[in-house]
């Protein structure tokens, strides 16, 4: 019987997501049969390593957020020769970064928001773009503490007094229309949701919260845009070089008529596997049940790649 370990938890923004992705994985891959370890990870890298041994056939890599999906944990298991779930260091470590991964998709001819690398502290003597634009941490994921300023809001002054995460932002311009996603397994690109939510943007707890948002799927788009946004999902998945799962967020403005204008935002090499996640409600659009999910994932673990 093939031993997994599976980490979950961490120290990162996104900590109570990572407990909540962990569990149903546990659950899911005792179902399939494997041997599993759960380890919830904390501040003592030492006993993670001791709970790694005897060595697991592989390890499912449940964190989400810094240390977890930026290449850090992925550095620790291939020093260590375990194979795991999701991307190696170098596809982790550009998505998580906002502005390494932007030039690494306009290298690729990808089609993204006009923005600017700031420093938080200028933030406060004057709008770095036009109205209406949006504030991004560099190196958080979940929308955390994403911010988005419009006409006759000035926050700024607050917003890079309350800052917490770094000395530099992205601003980017706010594009209009319509919240996308697109799933991705490997070069395949499973389906194209549409997220609604009542906030004024996906943000965390429209992520995680029951009820949080709403999800179309498949989403009603004119059949040009649904083709290019799972069509740009699979080529920022190979850009950044992922393997195994992936998640494209986009924008879609069709406010002047369909077909509208597509904008890739980001990638998330470590989508959320919880009870509200979209990969796995997209899998299962595509008849792959949770647990063939994280069986497939295991299945495609690596290391040193």
Not at 40 to 64: I, K, W
Not at 222 to 234: D, N, S
Request: a negative charge; hydrophobic letters at 45%; charged letters at 20%.
């Amino acid at each position: 019987m093939k031993r997994v370990a599976v980490l979950y938890g961490g120290i990162s923004a996104e900590r109570e997501v990572s407990l909540s992705s962990g569990t149903q994985v546990v659950d899911a891959l005792r179902g399939a049969g494997f041997a599993v370890i759960p380890v919830e990870v904390g501040a003592d890298l030492g006993a993670m390593l001791a709970a790694l041994e005897p060595r697991p056939d592989a390890v499912f890599n449940a964190l989400h957020g810094r240390f977890g999906e930026d290449g850090v944990i992925q550095g620790v298991l291939d020093w260590l020769g375990i194979p795991y779930t999701h991307s190696g260091v170098r596809a982790s470590a550009l998505a998580m970064d906002k502005a390494a991964s932007r030039a690494v998709f306009a290298a690729a001819g990808l089609p993204i928001a006009r923005g600017v690398v700031i420093d938080v502290g200028d933030l406060a003597l004057a709008d770095p773009l036009a109205l209406p634009y949006v504030i991004k941490p560099l190196n958080e994921g979940s929308s955390v503490g994403v911010e988005i300023l419009r006409e006759g809001t000035n926050r700024r002054a607050e917003i890079a007094q309350e800052w917490r995460f770094g000395t530099q932002a992205l601003v980017e311009e706010f594009v209009a229309g319509r919240e996308l996603t697109v799933g991705v397994m490997d070069d395949r690109a499973l389906a194209v949701t549409e997220i609604s939510s009542a906030h004024a943007f996906y943000d965390y707890e429209s992520k995680y919260a029951v009820g949080g948002s709403r999800h179309v799927i498949p989403a009603v788009l004119h059949p040009q845009a649904q083709a290019m946004a799972m069509e740009l999902a699979v080529a920022a998945h190979r850009a950044l070089g992922c393997r195994g799962a992936s998640r494209a967020d986009f924008r879609y403005d069709d406010t002047q008529g369909e077909p509208g204008r597509l904008v890739l935002l980001e990638v998330n090499t470590q989508p959320g596997l919880t009870p509200t996640s979209l990969l796995p409600e997209q899998a299962a659009f595509c008849g792959i049940g949770f647990g063939a999910l994280c069986t497939w994932m295991v299945e495609q673990a690596s290391c040193r790649e």
